[in-house]
């Protein structure tokens, strides 16, 4: 099972992302949980500086844009092979 965290304060772009991550792992029908991760000092401890971030399992995948639908599958994809 994939563990998608979404890091960001819950601006339009992060529930954006949020929206993608979960239509991309449907997609691929993979098992899957979102977190939400949106204290301040949570991120940080990510060395995340720009968010929405993305995060797989732990390891950040992308931060400080929404890629859109395709490329979350290509991620989630790719971390899925790597477990």
């Given at each position: 099972m994939l563990k998608i965290q979404i890091l960001?304060?819950?601006c339009p772009k992060c529930r954006e992302l949020a929206k993608q991550a979960e239509q991309a792992a449907k997609k691929l029908g993979i098992e899957f949980t979102i977190e939400k991760i949106d204290k301040i000092d949570e991120i940080m401890e990510f060395g995340v500086m720009v968010?929405?971030?993305?995060a797989v399992n732990g390891?950040?995948?992308?931060?400080?844009?929404t890629p859109?639908?395709?490329?979350l599958i290509q991620i989630?994809?790719?971390?899925?092979?790597?477990?």
């Open positions: 960001g304060t819950g968010t929405p971030a993305l390891e950040v995948k992308l931060s400080g844009k859109g639908v395709e490329k989630l994809s790719e971390s899925q092979n790597r477990k």
